[in-house]
């Protein structure tokens, strides 16, 4: 397994920032955002020009880029001729895994399950997979749900957040049956009532969770995902993290 970080532990960085903060933590891989809102890079600027969206993501740094985040503003046809074109962008920098989010609590299911189909669709056309993030607040938040998509969806993944399941109404379920199909991993630490804690004073249990993806022979990136926090230094955490997970692997 290979350790990143995502840009989203830097919302504030610009892309370059970030590179340069991942190189001064020793990272050798990373996760970057193409959110429309908040992230590294505008999907809508990214698609006007692709050519120099490939250059913009890929050169100048020796990070791995180990996948997208990828949320897009468009709707209906164009959501998907845009996602199309974000395919085309993750081939042409060697990028495999796409996470998008899940439609909100209360989306008739048949609506979902036609929707990430298409997505998969698309994305297999550029040789590439889409992973659905477990979120809070969103269909992908109970591990029942995802089973059903993921097999409903031939190709369809999971970009597996396991706080969603230590804070959220799923907290007592076991993760085991979806276990085979995570794409991606998105880590911080986490007590049952906050869904951020410095590293070492939370429930998520690293080793277990790194065996059980082992066993399902899950080779890919374990992508730290600590969002900035009063009262901690902001990089000993990702160092921490990052230092933890290398000794357990």
């Given at each position: 397994?290979l350790?990143?970080?995502s840009t989203a532990c830097?919302?504030?960085?610009?892309?370059h920032?970030?590179?340069?903060?991942?190189?001064?933590l020793d990272?050798?891989?990373?996760e970057?955002?193409?959110h429309?809102?908040?992230g590294?890079a505008?999907p809508s600027?990214?698609?006007?020009?692709?050519?120099?969206?490939a250059?913009?993501?890929?050169?100048?740094?020796?990070l791995?880029?180990?996948?997208?985040?990828?949320?897009?503003?468009?709707?209906?046809?164009?959501?998907?001729?845009?996602?199309a074109e974000?395919?085309?962008?993750a081939k042409?920098?060697k990028v495999v895994t796409?996470t998008v989010?899940?439609?909100e609590l209360?989306?008739?299911f048949n609506?979902?399950v036609?929707h990430?189909?298409r997505l998969v669709e698309i994305?297999?056309?550029?040789?590439?997979?889409?992973?659905?993030?477990t979120?809070?607040?969103?269909?992908?938040?109970?591990p029942?749900?995802l089973m059903?998509?993921c097999?409903?969806?031939e190709?369809l993944?999971i970009t597996?957040?396991p706080?969603?399941?230590i804070?959220?109404p799923a907290k007592?379920?076991?993760?085991?049956?979806?276990?085979?199909?995570?794409?991606?991993?998105h880590?911080?630490d986490?007590?049952p009532d906050?869904?951020q804690v410095?590293v070492?004073?939370?429930?998520v249990?690293?080793?277990?969770?790194?065996?059980q993806l082992?066993?399902?022979?899950y080779?890919?990136a374990?992508?730290?995902?600590?969002s900035p926090?009063?009262?901690?230094e902001?990089?000993?955490e990702?160092?921490?993290l990052?230092?933890?997970l290398?000794?357990?692997l």
């Amino acid at each position: 397994m290979l350790i990143s970080a995502s840009t989203a532990c830097w919302p504030h960085k610009t892309l370059h920032e970030t590179i340069e903060i991942l190189y001064d933590l020793d990272f050798s891989a990373i996760e970057i955002d193409l959110h429309e809102e908040g992230g590294a890079a505008k999907p809508s600027e990214l698609i006007a020009d692709l050519d120099r969206a490939a250059h913009l993501l890929r050169s100048g740094h020796r990070l791995d880029i180990v996948g997208y985040s990828v949320q897009l503003a468009s709707t209906g046809a164009q959501h998907y001729a845009d996602f199309a074109e974000i395919c085309k962008i993750a081939k042409m920098t060697k990028v495999v895994t796409l996470t998008v989010p899940s439609a909100e609590l209360g989306t008739p299911f048949n609506e979902e399950v036609e929707h990430l189909k298409r997505l998969v669709e698309i994305a297999a056309v550029e040789g590439a997979r889409v992973g659905v993030k477990t979120e809070l607040g969103r269909l992908s938040e109970d591990p029942d749900t995802l089973m059903v998509l993921c097999n409903n969806i031939e190709g369809l993944g999971i970009t597996l957040d396991p706080s969603v399941f230590i804070v959220g109404p799923a907290k007592n379920k076991t993760l085991d049956r979806i276990l085979k199909f995570v794409y991606h991993v998105h880590l911080r630490d986490t007590k049952p009532d906050k869904f951020q804690v410095s590293v070492g004073q939370g429930s998520v249990d690293y080793a277990k969770l790194i065996s059980q993806l082992e066993r399902e022979k899950y080779d890919r990136a374990l992508s730290i995902h600590i969002s900035p926090m009063e009262g901690m230094e902001h990089r000993v955490e990702l160092r921490k993290l990052r230092r933890l997970l290398e000794s357990l692997l």
